[in-house]
């Protein structure tokens, strides 16, 4: 079992910036891939942003793609989304959630994840 917290949500206006923050317990010494999803009212969950255990690898969708960055740091487990330009559309709950048997070619989708947060609602007022 894999324990997933997110934090750094908040309001921002338009054009602003923020820092999210996910942590991942599980298996000492295991290091996860981990993604990061977001869920407007009204709407189904999408995918952000992806990064492969190592970090040699990053994925964006294409409405962040330039505007938010996906990093990680294994020493504490834990994995940023530096989010700026933001704009009302990005506004949502954002999870963070992390892959440990799920096929690692579907990392845009929801079945590429086994584990995730509870989520941390980013609001951009404009």
């Known amino acids: 079992q894999v324990h997933v917290g997110e934090w750094g949500g908040g309001l921002v206006q338009a054009g602003g910036s923020l820092r999210l923050s996910c942590a991942a317990s599980?298996?000492?010494?295991?290091?996860?891939?981990m993604g990061w999803f977001r869920q407007a009212p009204g709407k189904e969950r999408e995918f952000v942003a992806h990064i492969t255990w190592s970090g040699s690898s990053r994925y964006y969708a294409d409405s962040v793609k330039g505007r938010f960055t996906i990093s990680r740091e294994n020493a504490k487990n834990t994995v940023y989304l530096q989010m700026s330009s933001l704009s009302p559309e990005d506004t949502a709950v954002y999870y963070c959630?992390?892959?440990?048997?799920?096929?690692?070619?579907?990392?845009?989708?929801?079945?590429?994840?086994?584990?995730w947060g509870q989520g941390t609602q980013v609001t951009v007022s404009s």
């Open positions: 599980g298996r000492p010494g295991v290091t996860y891939a």
């Open positions: 959630a992390v892959a440990e048997y799920a096929p690692s070619t579907a990392w845009a989708s929801t079945r590429g994840y086994d584990y």
